[in-house]
């Protein structure tokens, strides 16, 4: 499992921080965003299906979930 800097998943916690309609309880979709975003350079369009770094995004989350209240 590759282990992602902190420096990496705190820049994207606050991208997804300032994403325009961001809602915590929709913080799942957000990472995936943010992540699809790093990974493919932009952001994902309606019916993107385009594959993400799933370590990331699970690392992410967990950071998100257990570090921003």
Do not use: T
Not at 38 to 52: F, Q
């Amino acid at each position: 499992m590759p282990d992602y800097s902190e420096a990496l998943k705190k820049s994207l916690i606050k991208k997804i921080k300032e994403y325009p309609r961001f809602s915590k309880s929709e913080v799942e979709k957000f990472c995936w965003m943010a992540v699809h975003e790093y990974k493919h350079g932009v952001l994902p369009s309606e019916y993107d299906i385009r594959e993400i770094d799933e370590e990331l995004y699970l690392q992410l989350l967990q950071e998100f979930k257990s570090n921003i209240k």
